[in-house]
């Protein structure tokens, strides 16, 4: 204890905010096979607007998804500053769009969150404007949350995965990329669109985001993309007045193509 | 130009190192400067903006032209009723300094880019600038109260600072009679952080203390204190670099010595024990005996004199509320520090 300044005359403020939301595809399509052992049923079905092999076993991609997403809570929580700064949310489209998980502090989303992620299965259409206004929706209302509170809080993050193309509402398409383009052309938004595999439609992708092109991940990378994203959040969330914080892009070669 | 000599008011300021710097190597970028001239106290801080890289050095050139300027210039700059021409004059006198310093350093003038805050007394005035993030705090009869608000964006890392373009629009200044006015603060975003509540803009409580220390205790003793209450307690609620400056001076919320109840007399002699027993109740009463003497400087053998003892005996106590910071020698004389 100091002499000169006693802990109880001190004001206790909250650690300034970073916050994430991750706007995952979990349509249809993400059950897709991207590796392990497989055997053909011979069944046939069509599922998010394409024909597909049935087989029984291997590792689906919404699999690998998972498996990077609690990577990426796992790193946070590591990191003495990040831990407490970084807030994350999870909305999914497939089918419908969802808030699987709620803005929240870390430590608090720890009971459930593994489970909730775990539990994701991928089924129906891709409804990527629906879900990525949900995103905004619920990063708007975070930040009232913050200036309520009196709590700092640093440009939010939207980080949009997709293995396909948007088949939900056109009208919503359009409102959501209206949306994040406004946000991101005021830098008021960073947003990272992130391609999954060949087939998603990269052009789509574009059109969220004016100021970075999407990235297609390479292969199956979603752990060295979601332990990149850790690390940006952790440099992002020791960043002080005037700090450019610049993302690493040597970094994103290892795991994406420009 | 004019105005008394301002000794009544007293200063103190002090910047560390934050433990993000400290991790990577960086330099503090929060520099501070108090200066006295012509009855006109002046304190500055500025915060060196992050991403640049030559900031320490910026923030240093602008809290020295700053405390300069402001300390040579004062009495015209609150007789002046247009605030703009005010502001104006004091970015373009701190920006030719920055350009000077630019060229020393062969950088870009944004390569010192940094937040500005000033505080200043003189014949019963006062003059306040704020350009940033930072509080400006004071005191008066009804308490702690916060004259600037930290000026940043919407999000946590971004703020402006003396090389912005916008500079002259947003920069804060304010003026007027002391008063009740008995202390002023200027601190940095990280000292913020335990000093400042964000969310209903008011100051914390401790410092209400740091005014009264700075009013009771000498410079030179307080000094190492405020470092070490700003390295452990302050810059450890923070990554960023930590500062104060304050000005105080007694006042019926920052009572002198005397003025106090024994508990604290008895803290700031440094005396353990329960006040209760005779002996830390004549200690203190002795330390007493010898602030009220010292109101006005006296040798260590006037001193011996009047307190009826043997030298060797008054030089021990001397020099126990020298090590306290209480008193203070100038050269052969003592001198209590809050008269």
Redesign the interface.
């Known amino acids: 204890m100091?002499?000169?300044?006693?802990?109880?005359?001190?004001?206790?403020?909250p650690t300034?905010r970073v916050p994430i939301c991750l706007c995952l595809d979990v349509s249809g399509s993400m059950n897709r096979i991207v590796g392990g052992q497989t055997r053909d049923t011979g069944r046939k079905a069509f599922i998010d607007g394409r024909e597909w092999n049935i087989v029984e076993g291997g590792v689906t991609a919404l699999r690998e998804m998972i498996g990077g997403v609690n990577l990426f809570y796992d790193n946070l929580l590591e990191d003495e500053?990040a831990r407490f700064a970084a807030e994350v949310c999870v909305v999914t489209f497939g089918g419908s769009a969802n808030l699987v998980i709620d803005f929240a502090n870390l430590d608090r989303q720890e009971g459930t969150r593994q489970q909730k992620i775990s539990n994701l299965t991928a089924q129906g259409e891709t409804p990527m404007g629906e879900a990525v206004n949900m995103a905004l929706d619920c990063l708007e209302a975070r930040k009232d949350e913050y200036k309520e509170?009196?709590?700092?809080?640093?440009?939010p993050w939207l980080v949009l995965m997709t293995d396909g193309e948007p088949n939900g509402s056109e009208a919503e398409f359009n409102r959501a990329v209206s949306r994040t383009n406004a946000l991101a052309n005021n830098r008021?938004l960073t947003i990272f669109p992130i391609a999954i595999g060949e087939e998603a439609d990269i052009d789509c992708l574009a059109k969220f985001s004016p100021r970075r092109p999407p990235l297609r991940l390479k292969g199956m990378n979603f752990k060295e993309f979601f332990e990149w994203l850790s690390q940006s959040v952790s440099r992002?969330s020791?960043?002080?007045?005037?700090?450019?914080?610049k993302l690493d892009t040597e970094g994103i070669k290892g795991w994406a193509e420009l | 130009m004019g105005g008394t000599l301002n000794t009544e008011w007293k200063s103190i300021c002090c910047a560390v190192q934050g433990r993000g710097h400290a991790k990577k190597n960086l330099p503090c970028q929060d520099k501070v400067a108090r200066l006295e001239e012509n009855g006109v106290q002046v304190i500055a801080l500025a915060d060196g903006a992050g991403s640049a890289a030559l900031s320490h050095y910026g923030a240093q050139c602008v809290v020295n032209r700053a405390t300069a300027f402001i300390g040579d210039r004062f009495f015209d700059l609150i007789a002046q009723e247009d605030g703009r021409s005010v502001t104006l004059e004091i970015l373009n006198v701190i920006l030719q300094a920055l350009k000077d310093e630019a060229e020393l350093h062969d950088c870009a003038l944004k390569d010192l880019a940094s937040t500005l805050l000033i505080a200043a007394v003189g014949d019963g005035k006062f003059f306040l600038a704020h350009l940033g993030d930072g509080v400006i705090g004071y005191l008066n009869e009804d308490g702690l109260k916060v004259a600037s608000i930290p000026d940043n964006g919407e999000f946590s890392n971004e703020t402006v600072f003396v090389t912005s373009a916008n500079a002259a629009a947003r920069m804060r200044i304010f003026k007027g009679a002391l008063k009740n006015i008995s202390g002023f603060i200027l601190m940095s975003d990280g000292s913020e952080q335990s000093l400042y509540n964000k969310r209903k803009k008011t100051l914390a409580g401790a410092v209400k203390r740091l005014m009264h220390r700075t009013c009771l205790i000498d410079g030179e003793i307080l000094m190492p204190q405020l470092e070490e209450a700003l390295s452990s307690v302050v810059a450890s609620n923070t990554q960023d670099d930590c500062s104060v400056a304050i000005l105080a001076r007694t006042s019926a919320q920052l009572p002198p010595l005397d003025a106090l109840p024994m508990s604290e007399r008895q803290e700031l002699f440094q005396i353990r024990g329960s006040h209760a027993l005779r002996k830390v109740s004549k200690e203190i009463s002795c330390c007493d005996k010898i602030c009220e003497l010292l109101k006005r400087p006296l040798t260590l053998r006037q001193v011996a004199r009047r307190l009826y003892v043997k030298r060797l005996h008054a030089k021990k106590k001397l020099r126990r509320l020298l090590k306290a910071g209480v008193i203070r020698k100038d050269n052969h004389c003592y001198e209590t520090v809050s008269c």
């Open positions: 100091n002499d000169l300044l006693r802990k109880k005359d001190l004001e206790t403020n300034p500053v509170a009196g709590v700092d809080y640093y440009q008021k992002t020791q960043s002080m007045p005037g700090d450019t914080v």
